[in-house]
């Protein structure tokens, strides 16, 4: 043979590193998984012979434990797990080459080991075997702490064991020397059942507190066969619970592993209103109302006045709004109790009196109807005002500024309402013009709420010619014999009286003698518009005649000269 060849050379080289594909090493498994320090573990692979050098071979456990050992086998190692190994892979190492085990070997201690046992749930007397390992030597039995009969095992890893009277939901133990206990990582499940549970009435989103036994890893909680979206195993003893929508009156059920349980009573599901349409409207109205669990509904209420209704069904009924009803909740009266709406229903207000029916702005009125809940406005003859609502058929509000004589309206959710009748508003006197006068001059009086204006007085002397001409102006004739003083109009809401005195001038004539023939007469300046008369009777009510050189004064002009030829001569001015 050629040492020297290059294909002898590889091959040499592949064997010493032991890479060589067909010697390289592999863990398929190794049994038991699980054991304690000082205990064989028998590794399954390939690539683990001697034969193949190196001969030495290093198993490794987790928490750098190494074991040196020759295999004697291609595909199989025996190995003593060291004292300090802890859970995790096996590394089997030869020369360079290193492999892992896909598994995690478990390393425990002397105790009884469980590792399954089956059945994993039944009620007492039910026969379960359990597998593991320890279990020589096997001195008691408990499931949930509870004491139960077994057969006495034949080998370390197999033991019969059987469920004790009163048998609950949790883990199984074995205790070893009436020293060592092992217990189980997952429970015995036991049947379930239900004693009681409260309240025993509610709606969607009551909470329901169940109490029984054997609840842990409960799977579901119905209610009449609808499914609790949110419930919370409290203990093995106890399960609260939410009212699913949409549940129903009738049995809880509940089921585990263990199986499944019923209560032996209903728990009953009171109806609720979600929602109705149309929010408002009359006497007369159809209304719809959907909820849950309307199902046997014997009344129907809109705000306590009982409705006809008709088309009944778990989750809605139609109703009529009857007559006298007012605004407010409806209520649902079924078999299983009575739904509240959160929300009013709203009927058109109506008003059918207020008082005072008069007064100045800034008075307090109150309105008396019906349906007023939730009023969004109040108004005097179209000016808003500030109000308040103190019971479904009372308003009390304040008479705005600038208001005028006029209906009062009502608006709230079902509609607006305004009266037949008027609210006068005290009139207002915000001044006048001229300033001042003397009797017959005209007067044009400004302010307020003059519509219907009755009297026009100057200083408690009543004009007798004036004109409403709209409802913030008036023209009045200052009256004979007034005085200064204030001017007051009265109107149906009352009697306004100007903060300013209208000032009566007085009107004086003189007569001087010029010759025996002339005389001068002169007048005051605000006799404008009169006209000059003479008459030689003092007393006489007629054939007062104009003077001709001044038949009507005028402004600028206030002194004539005239000639006489009775010396018993009368003169006035006149308007």
């Known amino acids: 043979m050629n040492f020297n060849s290059s294909l002898f050379r590889i091959a040499f080289a592949a064997l010493l590193s032991g890479n060589c594909a067909g010697f390289a090493q592999s863990i398929s498994g190794f049994t038991p998984m699980f054991c304690s320090t000082n205990e064989f573990v028998q590794i399954t692979g390939s690539g683990f012979s001697a034969a193949i050098p190196p001969a030495v071979t290093n198993v490794i456990f987790s928490n750098n434990k190494s074991v040196r050992v020759t295999p004697t086998a291609d595909n199989q190692i025996n190995v003593v797990v060291p004292f300090g190994a802890t859970t995790g892979p096996i590394q089997v190492k030869k020369g360079a080459s290193i492999v892992t085990s896909v598994d995690d070997l478990t390393v425990i201690g002397t105790e009884p080991y469980i590792t399954s046992f089956s059945p994993t749930s039944g009620a007492s007397n039910t026969v379960v075997t359990v597998n593991g390992v320890h279990f020589t030597g096997t001195t008691s039995v408990r499931f949930n702490g509870t004491n139960a009969a077994f057969t006495p095992p034949t080998t370390d890893t197999q033991i019969i064991i059987t469920a004790p009277t009163g048998v609950t939901t949790g883990p199984i133990s074995i205790t070893r020397s009436n020293a060592f206990i092992g217990t189980s ?49 409290n203990s093995n003893t106890q399960i609260t619970v939410t009212v699913p929508a949409n549940a129903s009156t009738g049995l809880i059920n509940i089921s585990t592993p263990g199986g499944q349980t019923f209560s032996s009573s209903n728990f009953v599901v009171m109806p609720s209103i979600f929602s109705f349409s149309p929010y408002f409207g009359k006497v007369g109205t159809n209304v719809t109302i959907v909820g849950a669990n309307l199902n046997g509904t014997t009344n129907v209420f809109f705000n306590g006045v009982a409705a006809s209704f008709s088309g009944v ?54 309105i008396t109807g019906v349906n007023f809940t939730n009023a969004t406005l109040v108004s005097f003859n179209g000016t808003s005002a500030t109000f308040t609502v103190l019971n479904n058929s009372s308003i009390s509000a304040i008479v705005p500024l600038n208001a005028t004589s006029g209906p009062i309206s009502v608006t709230a959710p079902g509609g607006s309402a305004t009266t037949t009748n008027n609210f006068f508003v005290r009139p207002t006197v915000s001044g006048f013009s001229p300033g001042s006068g003397v009797a017959g001059n005209s007067v044009t009086i400004t302010g307020g709420s003059f519509t219907n204006a009755t009297a026009v007085l100057f200083n408690g002397v009543s004009s007798t010619n004036f004109t409403v001409l709209n409802n913030s102006q008036i023209t009045a004739i200052v009256p004979a014999n007034a005085t200064t003083g204030p001017i007051s109009v009265t109107a149906p809401g009352g009697t306004g009286v100007s903060a300013q005195n209208f000032v009566v001038d007085a009107l004086t004539l003189s007569i001087r003698l010029l010759t025996n023939n002339a005389v001068s007469i002169s007048w005051t300046t605000n006799a404008i518009g009169f006209s000059l008369q003479a008459n030689t009777n003092l007393n006489a009510l007629t054939n007062w005649v104009a003077v001709t050189n001044v038949p009507v004064v005028t402004s600028g002009r206030n002194t004539v000269t005239n000639s006489i030829t009775n010396s018993g001569t009368f003169y006035r001015l006149k308007k």
Request: glycine share 8%.
């Open 185 to 233: 990582s997952s429970n015995f499940f036991a049947p379930p059942s239900i004693t009681s549970f409260s309240p025993s009435v509610g709606r969607a989103g009551t909470n329901v507190v169940i109490t029984g036994k054997n609840f842990v890893g409960a799977t579901f909680v119905k209610f009449n066969s609808v499914s609790a979206l949110s419930y919370t195993v």
């Open 313 to 366: 069904t778990s989750n809605q009924v139609t109703a009529i709004v009857p007559p006298t009803a007012a605004s407010g909740p409806i209520t649902v009266a079924t078999t299983n109790g009575i739904a509240v709406s959160a929300t009013n229903f709203f009927l058109p207000p109506s008003i059918t009196v207020f008082t005072p029916t008069n007064g100045a702005t800034g008075a307090n009125v109150t």
